[in-house]
């Protein structure tokens, strides 16, 4: 009887370590899959304004949180330290 008993707990432990594997490889294959796509590009509208706007760098922490409010320093930011080959793939 403890011999029955053995059996259908490696049985189990067998089904769900299968069943554990199963979903782990397709979890890995879909991220996989959705990685491999690329990036999904940033539109960024401008306006006369962001070109009469120029920020300087930040002198201070302070003013370094208050200029990540502003929607127009952010695309300047953006902008000037964008990777030539990321910019490239968006277009």
């Not at 554990?20 to 491999?36: E, I, M, Q, Y």
């Not at 962001?50 to 930011?77: C, D, F, I, K, T």
């Amino acid at each position: 009887m403890n011999t029955k008993w053995n059996r259908k707990w490696v049985v189990r432990l067998c089904l769900i370590s299968g069943c554990t594997l199963a979903v782990a490889v397709c979890l890995l294959w879909w991220g996989t899959k959705t990685h491999a796509q690329g990036h999904t590009p940033v539109h960024m509208t401008t306006d006369w304004s962001n070109r009469h706007m120029v920020y300087s760098a930040p002198s201070s922490l302070g003013q370094a949180l208050r200029l990540q409010a502003e929607p127009r320093y952010l695309h300047q930011w953006t902008r000037r330290n964008v990777v030539p080959s990321q910019a490239q793939s968006a277009q």
